[in-house]
């Protein structure tokens, strides 16, 4: 079973004034126990599937004309857009990056389940090398000290600071 699980759970009309109405389908995405929501129009749809016929044979997609905007058609199209997804994830073992990135999903080089940890097999030494994945991420360096603007300071830093610089000083 893939990691990648995928549904369309509902859609929506968007009204403008500039161009015709148009549908925005909700895609839930489950990977490792993590679940976040895109929005896409039907365009996007048809635009990755241009491009994945590059690199793979994706399954068929929903037509692009749709004579009325009634929800039943719309559901038979959130439907069928929902299983070309599922369909893209199910017959593919590596899901392709332009797959990834339409359902926003950050994406590692791909290791082979059977040799994330390394092999037993001692006669290959392609298959006794570890390899090694990022496990932690910081959206800024962890060992700056804060900016003057945060609502709290970095007790930690400010307590080795002054146990280094001032030990014999008792806290307040």
């Given at each position: 079973?893939?990691?990648?699980r995928?549904s369309?759970?509902?859609?929506r ?9 148009y549908?925005v ?10 679940q976040?929501a895109?929005?896409k129009r039907?365009?996007?749809f ?5 491009m994945?016929k ?7 997609i929903?037509?692009?004309?749709v004579r009325n905007w009634?929800?039943?058609?719309l ?17 593919n073992e590596?899901?392709p990056?332009?797959?990834l990135?339409f359902l926003n999903?950050?994406?590692f080089?791909s ?6 940890c390394g ?9 006794s ?5 990022p496990?932690?991420?910081?959206l800024?360096?962890?060992?700056l000290l804060?900016?003057g603007?945060d609502e709290f300071s970095?007790v930690v830093?400010e307590?080795?600071v002054?146990?280094?610089?001032y ?6």
């Amino acid at each position: 079973m893939h990691p990648v699980r995928v549904s369309i759970p509902s859609f929506r009309s968007e009204n403008s004034s500039v161009e015709k109405g148009y549908t925005v389908f909700k895609i839930d995405v489950l990977m490792n126990g993590r679940q976040h929501a895109v929005e896409k129009r039907y365009s996007e749809f048809h635009a990755l599937h241009k491009m994945l016929k590059k690199t793979i044979k994706p399954p068929e997609i929903p037509s692009k004309h749709v004579r009325n905007w009634v929800p039943k058609v719309l559901e038979q199209r959130r439907h069928g857009l929902e299983l070309y997804l599922q369909t893209i994830i199910m017959e593919n073992e590596v899901l392709p990056k332009i797959f990834l990135d339409f359902l926003n999903i950050r994406h590692f080089p791909s290791v082979p389940k059977t040799e994330s940890c390394g092999s037993f097999d001692t006669e290959s030494l392609e298959s006794s090398k570890l390899s090694h994945q990022p496990v932690m991420l910081f959206l800024r360096d962890p060992y700056l000290l804060p900016a003057g603007h945060d609502e709290f300071s970095n007790v930690v830093i400010e307590g080795v600071v002054h146990g280094v610089y001032y030990p014999d000083l008792q806290p307040r």
